[in-house]
Each structure stands twice: as structure tokens, then as C-alpha cells.
């Protein structure tokens, strides 16, 4: 069955706010009526109640009711409830902690390529990809793998930036991902700057929003992927 995802790479764009940027993308997936149950489990240093609040008045808009998955007994049954998943940004450890802790990664992935509608930003995005290996988090928690739901099958790097402030003599987010592909050369990645997202729709893969992202992939390190481009190759 059609796979039907949205990768956000941010919950704001610039100083626009929470998830405005992203409504034009998610009204075309979270029809009027539909039920949706949202993970928070990315959210540490605010409540599960004030994460799923401020989510449920961002897209209070577009008609649709979000169940939080904090809010019910056990989240694999409620996941067979609703229309689709969102999963929250926040930090990508303590995120896929939890989703194995409750049993949600396998169930998350059936769902999904059976064809329901998944949406995800920043640690949301990040446990698509195969793992979470290329998140720009600290490791708060350790998680029984660091393999994530697969729904897609590379790499994702949301919040993609090569900014160096002045004076700072670390590495860049691109010196960090070519350190990646040294060690494991045969998995791409794709990093998306914000306000931009990858947009999945069976078969074909195209990156949404105004901003280039970037591929890295062996030899490969940072090239250009322009706005609208078909990416399908990567799957």
C-alpha cells in the first residue's frame, strides 16, 4: 500500500509561528475530521500535557482531533483508533527510548507501510530514517538501539546548517556527516534546513519549501539538492 510521509525539518521558520510555516504542507494530509495520535515523547524539558496543548492549538485550523499517546493506556491500541501519527521534535534519544519502551516502533512501521499518513518534525524526522545516527542531539538517554522506524530508507538530518559562529573551532554539521559516510559509506544523508521537509508519496520523493537541502553519501558530500526536486532515487 501507498506510503503517505512528511518530514519537517523544523516547527518554525525563522521567526514565524509554531508549525504556521508548515500548514499549507499539512492541511493536504490531515483532512477535516481525521483522528491523529500524537507522540510527545521527544519533549524533556516540557510536560507531555503542555507539549500535546501546544500542538493541538498550532493546527486547531485544519479540524483535526489529536490523542495524545501520553493520554491513553497503552499507545499500540490506540494507534489501531486513528487516521495517522505525528511525531513531536525535541530530543531524538529520549524520543525512540520511549517508542521502544511502549512497544510503538514495529507497530509505527506496520501502520505506515500499510498506509498511514505519518508526519513527523525534527527528532519526529529523524526516527523515519533508517537510524538515528545523523540527529544533532545530545544522548541524554540510551535507547535499546539506535535503530529507528525505517520509513524511508537513508539517513535524515533536519535543522541542516553549516553556520560557524566566529571564533568557534569545532566542526561543522557537514565535517560531522562526512564523518558519517566515512564510517558507513553506503547510507545517504539528507539534510534539510529549516522550513523545508521531505515529502514522501508511495514511490516518489521530492523535497518541499523554498531552501536547498544536502546529500551525503561516500564520496559524495554536500551536494545540492534544489527546491521541488524529485529525489525518488534514494529509495
Not at 58 to 64: E, F, K
Not at 131 to 145: L, Q, V, Y
Amino acid at each position: 500500500m501507498s506510503q503517505s510521509i512528511l518530514l519537517l525539518s523544523s516547527s518554525r521558520a525563522g521567526d514565524t509561528p509554531y508549525l504556521s510555516h508548515a500548514l499549507p504542507m499539512l492541511e493536504k494530509i490531515m483532512s477535516p475530521g481525521s483522528r491523529w495520535l500524537f507522540i510527545p515523547y521527544a519533549g524533556v524539558s516540557i510536560s507531555y500535557d503542555d507539549y500535546h496543548q501546544k500542538v493541538v492549538e498550532a493546527l486547531g485550523g485544519l479540524g483535526c482531533q489529536l490523542v495524545s499517546a501520553h493520554e491513553t493506556p497503552d499507545p499500540v491500541v490506540a494507534l489501531e483508533e486513528v487516521d495517522g501519527v505525528i511525531v513531536g521534535g525535541g530530543n531524538t534519544f529520549h524520543l525512540l527510548h520511549e517508542l521502544y519502551r511502549h512497544g510503538l516502533v514495529e507497530a509505527i512501521r506496520d501502520k505506515v507501510n500499510n498506509g498511514m499518513p505519518y508526519i513527523g518534525w525534527s527528532a519526529g524526522s529523524n526516527v523515519a530514517g533508517k537510524s538515528i545516527r545523523t540527529t544533532n542531539d545530545m544522548p541524554i538517554i540510551e535507547p535499546p538501539s539506535f535503530e529507528a522506524l525505517n520509513l524511508v530508507p537513508f539517513q535524515v538530518n533536519p535543522h541542516y546548517t553549516d553556520y560557524q559562529p566566529p571564533g568557534h573551532n569545532g566542526e561543522t554539521r557537514a565535517d560531522r556527516l562526512r564523518e558519517f559516510t566515512c564510517v558507513d559509506p553506503l547510507s545517504p544523508v539528507v539534510g534539510i534546513c529549516e522550513g523545508s521537509a521531505i515529502r514522501r508519496q508511495g514511490d516518489a520523493l521530492v523535497l518541499q519549501g523554498e531552501l536547498e537541502a544536502y546529500l551525503f553519501e561516500g564520496t559524495t558530500q554536500k551536494q545540492p539538492i534544489e527546491p521541488g526536486s524529485d529525489i525518488s532515487f534514494l529509495l
